[in-house]
């Protein structure tokens, strides 16, 4: 018997979302058959079968997010298709199980477990209690927390701080919901108590709440306290002299909202990955003092190159595109200005010894950046493999960590959409990244005379603290001489 687990994909990841199943419970599946897409904060990919068998049991519904280790499918006989999963996978699967089940008690745990402060139903005769002075612990609102076994065998006595009995007060019931559903339901005011959840043993997942969080549906609120609710108003002195009560004068209804208040329309879930992109890069703003150069460099010569190039390499399907001469124009001039190859993490400057460049890659639910490794060290024609490659992969959902997870280096290129020049925000903690623009055609001067070029401007966004004008200066004049002598790429 097989358990599928949602696996650990990177040192960061703590927990993953169930995007889709690709296969049901029942049906047949063979060893690294994909039966699962999940989500990440880097990527998207699929779950593969660990050996072959039948799916007996889908544990997570679709839209769930859980915690790294825990358990999402079993595989098993075909005669164990539906049965309970805790008796399927014997004490091996009761053992992962558990991990959800811990998930919650850490939660529970993390609560301070409060009384309820509605006093107890009193007889008619029995004299109500004295106020509690203003501004004090119990006027405030303050939880009282239960006392120890030996406290309650004590005798309760009035007052500030006092301890009541464990017995007297029944705790709030436990909500077993997703540390997402969570969020979403605080951020939308949503009564998690009133909501009913579809998941394994009852617990909320995203699906139960999603015509709530985009107002397909009213949310359920919370009831308003009863110390909140409205008092009955004292009797007017007119009334005590045994005259008739002036009514009280009815308050103005409240100004219309203007025609003009602009909607904030619908609220859309973002994406993992697009979350985890924003949150690093708002932070590169904040802490980084970033300063950005920028040249130009005609291409016409590059240009020219790689269609000679491509022309070679059309019986074998092979192409070098812009993109990959540039990688390569990066890494050798990276050679020449390793200052610029560094990281500045805590403080501290660190020099790298290999230049693995990333390359920005646009996705649908956001930006990923794998890194082609050792790039000085390779050919054109292998960079140009593995950057298709990657490209296809990251699109496709099948990166995996180690593609992804490092990096020296970074390239941004949005030349294919006709961008003219832009400024990239850096990837932590490395100290540079290199924005490209896209090859246009414009008048250029040479030799004193005006003539059609193609000419890219390219903008290296800095860290001051690592580097300053000259060593950015300097490595953008070495780019720009291997592009405008492009065989220098092919013979390095």
């Given amino acids: 018997m097989a358990t599928v687990i949602m696996p650990k994909m990177g040192d960061a990841m703590e927990e993953g979302t169930l995007l889709k199943w690709l296969k049901s419970a029942g049906e047949?599946?063979?060893?690294?058959?994909?039966?699962?897409e999940i989500e990440t904060d880097k990527v998207t990919l699929e779950i593969e079968a660990p050996e072959a068998g039948f799916l007996t049991n889908t544990l997570v519904e679709e839209g769930a997010v859980v915690p790294i280790g825990t358990a999402v499918a079993t595989i098993g006989a075909e005669s164990e298709v539906g049965?309970?999963?805790?008796?399927?996978?014997?004490?091996?699967?009761?053992?992962?199980?558990?991990?959800?089940?811990?998930?919650?008690?850490?939660?529970?745990?993390?609560?301070?477990?409060?009384?309820?402060?509605?006093?107890?139903?009193?007889?008619?005769?029995?004299?109500?209690?004295?106020?509690a002075p203003a501004g004090s612990p119990a006027s405030a609102g303050t939880p009282v927390i239960a006392a120890s076994a030996e406290a309650d065998s004590a005798p309760s006595t009035a007052g500030v701080g006092s301890r009541v009995q464990v017995a007297d007060r029944q705790p709030a019931e436990r909500i077993r919901a997703s540390p997402l559903v969570k969020r979403l339901a605080e951020e939308h005011e949503i009564d998690l108590s009133q909501v009913t959840g579809t998941g394994p043993g009852g617990r909320i997942v995203k699906n139960d709440i999603n015509d709530?969080?985009?107002?397909?549906?009213?949310?359920?609120?919370?009831?308003?306290?009863?110390?909140?609710?409205?008092?009955?108003?004292?009797?007017?002195?007119?009334?005590?002299?045994?005259?008739a009560p002036t009514a009280a004068p009815v308050p103005a209804a409240a100004p219309a909202p203007s025609a003009t208040t602009a909607s904030k329309g619908t609220k859309v879930d973002l994406a993992r990955i697009r979350r985890t992109t924003g949150k690093r890069m708002s932070e590169s703003k904040q802490s980084i003092p970033h300063y950005y150069v920028t040249t130009n460099v005609d291409m016409t010569a590059a240009m020219a190159f790689r269609s000679e190039i491509n022309a070679s390499l059309a019986p074998t399907g092979g192409k070098v595109s812009v993109n990959d001469l540039i990688v390569k124009a990066a890494a050798l001039a990276l050679v020449e200005h390793p200052a610029v190859n560094t990281s500045f993490e805590n403080g501290d400057l660190y020099q790298h010894d290999t230049i693995d460049i990333n390359i920005a890659i646009a996705m649908d639910g956001g930006l990923i950046a794998p890194f082609v490794a050792g790039a000085d060290q390779k050919s054109l024609g292998s960079i140009a493999?593995?950057?298709?490659?990657?490209?296809?992969?990251?699109?496709?959902?099948?990166?995996?960590?180690?593609?992804?997870?490092?990096?020296?280096?970074?390239?941004?290129?949005?030349?294919?959409?006709?961008?003219?020049?832009?400024?990239?925000?850096?990837?932590?903690?490395?100290?540079?990244?290199?924005?490209?623009?896209?090859?246009?055609?414009?008048?250029?001067?040479?030799?004193?005379?005006?003539?059609?070029?193609?000419v890219m401007k390219i903008t290296l966004s800095a860290d001051h603290r690592a580097l300053d004008g000259a060593q950015v200066a300097g490595f953008l004049g070495s780019v720009k001489s291997l592009l405008e002598n492009p065989m220098l790429l092919a013979i390095s």
């Fill in 28 to 36: 047949e599946v063979a060893e690294g058959d994909p039966i699962a």
């Fill in 83 to 131: 049965a309970p999963a805790e008796t399927t996978g014997g004490e091996e699967k009761a053992a992962e199980v558990d991990v959800a089940d811990v998930a919650d008690q850490v939660d529970e745990a993390a609560v301070v477990e409060e009384v309820e402060r509605t006093p107890e139903p009193r007889d008619a005769d029995e004299p109500a209690p004295a106020d």
């Fill in 212 to 243: 709530f969080v985009t107002g397909a549906k009213p949310a359920p609120k919370a009831a308003a306290p009863a110390d909140q609710a409205p008092r009955p108003a004292a009797p007017s002195p007119s009334s005590a002299n045994g005259q």
């Fill in 385 to 454: 493999r593995i950057t298709k490659d990657l490209g296809r992969r990251a699109r496709e959902g099948g990166l995996r960590p180690e593609d992804y997870e490092g990096g020296t280096f970074t390239i941004s290129n949005l030349g294919m959409f006709d961008v003219d020049e832009f400024i990239a925000v850096i990837n932590p903690p490395q100290a540079a990244i290199l924005s490209i623009g896209s090859v246009q055609e414009v008048p250029v001067v040479r030799d004193g005379e005006v003539a059609i070029g193609q």
